[in-house]
């Protein structure tokens, strides 16, 4: 019912920049916040950035500084600017959504590789 489609992974240098977007669609009544999450080969799934649909931001210190999320709430998208990549940022990012009546969606996830 819910469909989440992901864009903007590829390779880049360290230093470099991308940019990841999240397209929400479905029978989703009210969206309560959108973020993203990531997971590197061997660890655990983690917090990468997150944007309510009042404003509210938060970022995990990894990124801070660094990583710009943002979301057009009538599109129902969300975008995450990613500057100053390192290699330590290597891995599948995931769009998260959660509704007001605390469902949870992921997408299926876009490779994130930052290497010289």
């Known amino acids: 019912q819910v469909q989440l489609v992901e864009s903007g992974g590829g390779l880049v240098q360290p230093g470099g920049s991308l940019r990841l977007s999240c397209a929400a669609s479905?029978?989703?009544?009210?969206?309560?916040?959108m973020g993203w999450y990531r997971q590197a080969p061997g660890k655990q799934r983690e917090f990468v950035a997150q944007?309510?649909?009042?404003?509210?931001?938060h970022y995990a210190d990894s990124v801070k500084g660094r990583f710009t999320i943002s979301r057009d709430n009538t599109k129902n998208t969300v975008t995450l600017q990613m500057n100053s990549l390192k290699p330590e940022d290597t891995a599948v990012y995931y769009c998260?959504?959660?509704?007001?009546?605390?469902?949870?969606?992921w997408g299926q996830g876009t490779q994130v590789t930052v290497s010289s």
């Open positions: 998260n959504v959660a509704d007001n009546s605390a469902g949870e969606y």
């Open positions: 479905g029978s989703i009544f009210s969206i309560y916040a």
């Open positions: 944007i309510t649909n009042g404003g509210r931001i």
